[in-house]
């Protein structure tokens, strides 16, 4: 069955870049869009943005300017970078396959943005 | 941006009674592509509808969801236990793709 498992630093520093990994199995990242969505602790659920497998890209725009979503298909793996991080990026953040209805889910991460 | 409103905010119910949950859309919902997700604590989302109505593989039949345009509807028949979590919709037929704020289904 399709399983992601996201991977990455649990703490980040106020300025630094949060970058997260997600490793796929049970599918290959061809031919499929591929999709990172945070939830602060507490709080509800907000789409970071997507992938497609050739490379093209769809970011929420609040967050646009400091996100890249990149993929290695070689790996099975796509990633996330987010960039000038403050205490706000503080969530779970969870990996997952599709751009519309999600699923498939990693069973999440928590980056913790503090020094 | 489409903003979801999801209503109530808590929902105090008892096991076998029904639920309906509300998501109401500030605009129309392309294509009427609205899902909606059951999240227990400390997990990630389970996906139970899609396109405003069908049901997810392996989910029960006593979850169905309704409406079109800007208002919908999740519906639960008769709540079992495992029922009284968090649940959100979610609309994917504009971008930038935007969840509801979430409604809390609890035992009274």
């Known amino acids: 069955q399709v399983q992601l498992q996201e991977s990455g630093p649990g703490l980040v520093k106020p300025s630094e870049t949060l970058s997260l990994t997600c490793t796929v199995s049970g599918s290959f990242i061809n031919n499929y869009y591929w999709s990172w969505i945070r939830q602060p602790p507490g709080k509800g659920l907000e789409w970071i943005g997507y992938?497609?497998?050739?490379?093209?890209?769809n970011y929420n725009p609040s967050l646009k300017s400091r996100v890249t979503i990149s993929v290695d298909s070689s790996k099975n793996q796509f990633s996330l970078k987010l960039n000038s991080v403050t205490a706000a990026d503080t969530a779970v953040y969870y990996c997952t396959r599709g751009s519309g209805w999600y699923a498939y889910w990693g069973q999440g991460t928590l980056v913790t943005v503090s020094s | 941006e489409i903003v979801l409103t999801q209503s109530p905010g808590t929902l105090s119910l008892s096991p076998g009674e029904r639920a309906t949950l509300s998501c109401r859309a500030s605009q129309s919902v392309s294509s009427n592509y609205l899902a909606w997700y059951q999240q227990k604590p400390g997990q990630a989302p389970r996906l139970l509808i899609y396109g405003a109505s069908s049901r997810a593989t392996g989910i029960p039949d006593r979850f169905s969801g309704s409406g079109s345009g800007t208002d919908f509807t999740l519906t639960i028949s008769r709540l079992e236990p495992e029922d009284f979590v968090m649940y959100y919709c979610?609309?994917?037929?504009?971008?930038?793709?935007?969840f509801g704020g979430g409604t809390k289904v609890e035992i009274k």
């Open positions: 992938i497609y497998y050739s490379g093209s890209t």
């Open positions: 979610q609309q994917y037929g504009n971008s930038p793709l935007t």
